[in-house]
């Protein structure tokens, strides 16, 4: 069964650091991109930052760029999601997405995504 795991999500005050985790089970077939999305109530599901699984490449929304780093360790199939220097504006649901659509390599978009985890919610207090 493919499931994929979110943890490490919590509440922080602004300019600490959290990191978010994703385990992926079941997985057959590589993935081409892995992905962390995030979420507020009310508003669409955006794009965080995107690794395209064999490259190792990377893209971040420009709201996170240059304090979100996010990584992959094949041998434990995990996706990381490290985030410093956080902000209130960063608060949200957080969750990991593993896409099989080699379109995701050039499209950051929700519904190139085949797999979603459960998310982890981040809250940043002023």
């Known amino acids: 069964q493919v499931q994929l795991v979110e943890s490490g999500g919590g509440s922080v005050q602004a300019g600490e650091s959290l990191r978010l985790s994703c385990v992926a089970y079941?997985?057959?077939?590589?993935?081409?991109?892995m992905s962390w999305f995030r979420q507020v109530p009310g508003k669409e599901r955006t794009g965080v930052a995107r690794?395209?699984?064999?490259?190792?490449?990377?893209w971040y929304s420009s709201s996170v760029k240059g304090r979100f780093t996010i990584s992959q360790d094949n041998a434990k199939n995990t996706l990381y999601l490290q985030m410093n220097n956080l902000k209130p504006e960063d608060t949200a649901m957080y969750y990991c997405?593993?896409?099989?659509?080699?379109?995701?390599?050039?499209?950051?978009?929700?519904?190139?995504?085949?797999?979603w985890g459960q998310g982890t919610q981040v809250t940043v207090s002023s």
């Open positions: 690794i395209i699984s064999d490259s190792g490449n990377t």
């Open positions: 079941g997985f057959a077939d590589s993935t081409f991109c």
């Open positions: 997405a593993a896409s099989f659509n080699p379109l995701c390599r050039t499209f950051m978009a929700r519904e190139k995504y085949n797999y």
